[in-house]
């Protein structure tokens, strides 16, 4: 195979203010291959690429493609050099159809020909294997979808550079899959392909090369076929990690929670939730599984109070939280923590610090007119500790911090007020190991306090892992619920797909 | 009143308002591209004040209309430049920044324009400005001469609405000019150059306020008065969210606006006594009603575009 050196990077030193997300990092990357980035959150991978496509100028370090040096000004020059970055948050234009955003910033005709722009675009996702409507808005697009798009228009452009940023975050395992098989035609093809990633089986499954990066040095580069999982952990965290999440076993206890025939519509009165019914003792979690927009969000919203309930009824401890304002919820012990995509998005403010965030919570209960804001530092400060949060100092604004410590604070604070309900959605959303072994933890810890928890999580294997039972959603329907430790992944799958239970079991035990 | 002369008294309104409407277009096309690159300029009134002044001041001096018409543009561009430069390089706070460009804006034309009051726009000016009929088009009946009975301003004003319809809606520079208005970072990525975007649509959305406050001073009244803009920038800035950021709407959007604008003067002579207050006020009431309507619709076409007033940063984390 030709393993000719096409990208390199010499000593790429980034900081913004204070903190060094990239220190002395070199990486150099071939034709025709996959390479994975693979690192803890915040140990600057996201950076690192950022700089690679122009969006960031290094403090220091050069660039060298194809043996010439470049300076990259602006992300014009990276795309002039054939690389296209597929970024975390997609950069998409919600308001313009998918061709529009696939020629925007191109060279080309003042006039923009609409035809022969759609034969193009569909020419190149037949080639790829893609199905794509070039007419259809963002705005109505599924994540998958949009995904697709901003795949196109790199490869739109003629990239000979991939680079993938955390692509499979959002994606099913059958979408996962089609992915992959797109990396592997753009290998044969010649191309250099980079992939950002957390999920160790994705490394082994797809990659040739692996690079690991820890606190924004690159500690190793090591060949796929030469390491293993074990190893690779033990790079990106720095000490061995054990990979099993434990279950604890528990005891059927009392309902805490009962939700009977819950129906939600949304704004143009389509039903988002029908007829679902499950309940949640102490001490248990139950995981919920589906595909994106499968009504997870409204359903914990619902229980949260936030959701306009339309028909059916939610009782929590034999009362019911029907028409019960957000506030008379929490107060009753239920707490929610929504990682949204953008992470940020619910429940916490951006620009204020972790104090003020825990603030935003506990004013309630304090006296008086004034705030004061010292027992709230001295908590911020052990919850900085006890999570070990990477932050500058407590009052350092949320939205500096990297994504995982985001979610960190958000957790925290929601576990600090001690409820007996706790809702958590995506609580590992684009986490790396170990941080999530962190969350799993703290989430088994809850447990063992006898809270319920109601899990909404994305990765299946976590699910079968830690939960008692798994409840799955499609289209706003259950599908099933089953015992996590009897269930395989692929029975969750075809459910997922909106195929019943009954019609897997041939109607044998609900769990 | 007979149906025959009702008719012609209707027709003589209509094109008035076409003529009241015009300066607020100019204004209104160079406002929607400012904002469609995602900058809010607030100082539609004081550019188009500095526009009306530069242009009869040196209307005066050259007695050349193409100078005249020239100096109004640059004096605009040059008020929108400032713009640009605090918030597109230092990002500043647009609202505040546009506020103030009215403020000096007005400052400049007030200070500029003591020597002028009274003065008229010399004939050799005037002349350019005269009604050309155009063939064929200004035969039809009625719309004839409502539309095709102008000065050249006024067809060079349909010119652009089309032409910037045209731009922004076929051209791949308009596309990009949309993708930076509603989402910088990823006109960014895709390699746009997002600073020049923005300054090259502020100024030349200037440079149109220019031309519509050069068209008051030179064409529309035209003799030089105090505070001769009286509010048309802001209704301007209205117009903008009535026509939803669209030049093809903007025609029309002016035009009724213009109607509004003489509305009273035209009821006079039905005996109906509306207070001139509450005809002045009728474009904001408008105004309102259309962005309760569209916030009710929640249409994400007629939507803002999504970056306005936010500035941007590439490095932003």
Redesign the interface.
């Known amino acids: 195979m030709n393993r000719q050196t096409y990208i390199q990077l010499q000593n790429i030193t980034k900081s913004?203010g204070t903190v060094v997300a990239n220190s002395k990092i070199d990486l150099s990357v071939h034709k025709g291959e996959i390479h994975a980035l693979l690192g803890e959150n915040g140990s600057g991978k996201s950076t690192l690429m950022n700089v690679l496509?122009g969006?960031?100028?290094p403090d220091s370090g050069s660039i060298i493609i194809d043996g010439r040096e470049v300076c990259f000004k602006?992300?014009?020059d990276?795309?002039?050099m054939g690389i296209g970055?597929v970024?975390q948050h997609f950069?998409?234009?919600?308001?313009?159809s998918a061709k529009?955003?696939i020629?925007?910033?191109?060279?080309?005709?003042?006039?923009?020909n609409q035809k022969r722009l759609s034969e193009q675009i569909g020419k190149l996702a037949r080639k790829l294997g893609l199905d794509i409507d070039p007419d259809k808005?963002v705005?109505n697009m599924s994540v998958g979808e949009k995904q697709t798009v901003e795949i196109l228009?790199v490869l739109y452009r003629g990239a000979e550079i991939l680079i993938l940023d955390e692509p499979t975050a959002v994606l099913t395992p059958q979408e996962t899959q089609k992915l992959f098989d797109i990396m592997r035609k753009m290998r044969e093809m010649g191309c250099a392909v980079i992939i950002i990633t957390h999920k160790l089986n994705e490394v082994m499954e797809i990659s040739d090369r692996i690079t690991v990066l820890r606190k924004g040095e690159a500690v190793a580069t090591l060949d796929k076929s030469a390491t293993n999982i074990n190893e690779l952990t033990e790079l990106m965290v720095g000490r061995p990690v054990d990979l099993s999440i434990k279950r604890l076993e528990n005891q059927k206890k009392e309902t805490i929670l009962k939700v009977s025939n819950l129906t939600l519509v949304d704004?143009d009165n389509v039903k988002v939730l029908q007829n679902v019914s499950f309940d949640l003792s102490k001490g248990e979690i139950l995981g919920v599984a589906g595909v994106a927009g499968s009504g997870q969000k409204e359903l914990c919203e619902a229980i949260a109070g936030l959701y306009e309930v339309y028909s059916g009824d939610i009782r929590y401890e034999g009362e019911s939280l029907v028409g019960k304002t957000p506030r008379e919820i929490i107060k009753k012990g239920v707490s929610m923590s929504f990682i949204p995509e953008d992470r940020l998005g619910m429940g916490l403010v951006a620009s204020m610090d972790i104090v003020d965030n825990l603030l935003l919570k506990d004013y309630q209960n304090h006296k008086g007119f004034l705030i004061d804001r010292k027992p709230l530092k001295e908590k911020a400060e052990q919850l900085v500790k006890r999570l070990d949060i990477k932050t500058p100092g407590v009052n350092h604004p949320v939205?500096?911090l990297s994504g995982g410590n985001i979610q960190k604070v958000l957790l925290g604070r929601e576990l600090d007020s001690n409820p007996h309900l706790l809702i958590t959605a995506y609580p590992v959303r684009g986490l790396d190991i170990g941080a999530s072994y962190t969350i799993y933890d703290l989430l088994n810890e809850q447990k063992a306090k006898d809270v319920a928890i109601l899990y909404i999580g994305e990765d299946l294997d976590v699910l079968m892992e830690l939960c008692d039972r798994i409840m799955v959603l499609c289209n706003g329907e259950i599908t099933g619920i089953v015992d996590a430790a009897k269930v395989t992944k692929e029975e969750l799958g075809l459910m997922m797909a909106g195929v019943c239970l009954e019609k897997i079991k041939g109607g044998s035990s609900y769990a | 009143m007979d149906a025959a002369s009702l008719a012609a008294y209707a027709a003589l309104f209509l094109t008035a308002a076409v003529k009241a409407g015009t300066p607020l277009l100019y204004a209104t096309l160079g406002e929607t591209i400012t904002e469609r690159s995602g900058n809010l300029n607030l100082g539609v009134e004081g550019m188009m004040l500095m526009g009306a002044v530069a242009g009869f001041q040196f209307g005066l001096i050259t007695r050349n209309p193409l100078f005249a018409l020239t100096a109004a543009m640059l004096a605009a561009s040059l008020g929108s430049l400032i713009f640009a430069f605090l918030t597109v390089t230092l990002r500043a706070n647009q609202v505040v920044s546009g506020l103030s460009l009215t403020i000096f804006g007005a400052g400049i034309a007030g200070f500029i324009g003591q020597k002028l009051s009274g003065q008229v726009v010399p004939a050799s000016v005037k002349a350019w400005f005269y009604p050309v009929k155009i063939p064929l088009l200004g035969d039809i009946p009625g719309i004839g001469q409502i539309l095709f009975n102008h000065d050249i301003l006024i067809y060079l004003s349909y010119m652009l609405a089309i032409g910037l319809g045209i731009y922004l809606f076929n051209t791949r520079k308009g596309l990009n000019l949309r993708a930076v208005g509603e989402n910088p970072a990823a006109a960014d990525a895709a390699g746009i150059g997002v600073s020049l975007y923005k300054y090259v649509h502020i100024l030349a959305g200037g440079a149109l306020c220019g031309l519509g406050g050069a068209y008051l001073s030179l064409v529309y009244v035209p003799a030089w008065q105090e505070n001769i803009t009286a509010g048309r920038g802001w209704i301007a800035v209205a117009l903008v969210i009535f026509v939803a950021w669209n030049p093809y709407k903007a025609l029309l959007g002016a035009f009724f606006f213009g109607g509004l604008d003489i509305l009273g003067l035209y009821l006079q002579k039905f005996d109906i006594k509306v207070s001139q207050y509450i005809i002045n006020m009728l474009p904001y009431i408008v105004t309102i009603l259309v962005l309760v309507f569209t916030s009710i619709k929640k249409s994400k076409e007629n939507a803002p575009p999504k970056a306005l007033g936010v500035p941007y940063f590439r490095e932003d984390r």
């Not at chain 1, 950069?91 to 313009?96: D, I, P, T």
């Not at chain 1, 020629?103 to 923009?112: A, P, R, Y």
């Open positions: 913004f496509s969006i960031y100028t602006s992300p014009a990276s795309i002039a970055m970024h950069k998409l234009v919600e308001v313009l529009e955003n020629i925007i910033g191109q060279k080309g005709n003042f006039f923009i808005k705005y228009k704004d939205k500096q």
